[in-house]
């Protein structure tokens, strides 16, 4: 069974929690002398993607990533190898999203 990343996030278990570490760590790997290719990779990517948007701790996930300057990896939904340019734009979407989801009080 593969661990979460020890984020100080929520009183629950990360949508992570139960998935291989190696999802969210993409580099190219190889397979008895075969490298995955391009669509591979990405692929990976889209699907620690899609993991994190369900999860109610992507926000804090995305804040230590970025406090913590982490330059590898799938933080909090976003590819933290990614363009600066990409990388923000990313943030600013899930932030409006965010915000079109908060309480109004």
């Known amino acids: 069974m593969a661990t979460h990343l020890l984020i100080p996030v929520l009183d629950g278990a990360p949508a992570c929690a139960e998935t291989d570490p190696e999802v969210f760590f ?3 790997q190889e397979h ?3 490298w995955e290719t391009d669509e591979e990779l990405a692929e990976r990517k889209e699907t620690a993607k899609r993991i994190c948007s369900g999860c109610e701790g992507q926000p804090s996930c995305l ?3 970025i406090t913590s ?3 590898h990896g799938i933080w ?3 590819d933290m190898e990614a363009s600066e340019t990409e990388r923000r734009n990313e943030t600013r979407r899930l932030r409006r999203a965010r915000s079109k989801l908060a309480p109004v009080a």
């Open 26 to 28: 993409a580099t190219r």
């Open 32 to 34: 008895e002398g075969v």
């Open 63 to 65: 804040t230590f990533a």
């Open 69 to 71: 300057k982490q330059s």
């Open 76 to 78: 909090g939904g976003v």
